[in-house]
């Protein structure tokens, strides 16, 4: 397994990480890049060229596979992918949360809320009077308070 992360950058930024990594980068400006967090680990400033950007690293809501392919037909499982780093503009405000909202794509937007199973309301004396009454039976016992349905 490689290590891997998901980098994710406005537009300005992209177009200028698209220089530098194709073949014809010849500009001096955007030579330097550079990521540097912080010593609470999900803050930081990311570098390109002369301009500084500020960053964070968020959790996904879910885990990301990465694949890679040899022979273009078949694919090979490199990673899972779990955190984002998320570059922002200068005058953007940085998240509150640690974990970020949305997916990679539209479809998982508002995932935890929209697809995960959220936690039943359980009464909290139900519950203690239950595991009671579990706790009855397995000393070997009986139930106290039982409703016997026939």
Partial sequence: MEEQFILRVPPSVAERLDRLLSESASSSEDQSLDLSFSED?????????????????LDLPCVVESYKTYDDCALVKTADIGQMIMVR????????????????????????????RREPDLNPELVQRVEKDLLNIMAGGTVENADILF
């Avoid at 998240?95 to 508002?110: F, K, Q």
């Fill in 89 to 116: 503009e200068a005058g953007d405000i940085a998240p509150d949360a640690v974990e970020y909202r949305h997916g990679l794509t539209p479809p998982m937007r508002d995932a935890r809320k929209r697809r995960f």
């Fill in 41 to 57: 680990g999900r803050s930081g400033t990311f570098v390109i060229g002369n301009e500084h950007f500020p960053a964070s690293l």
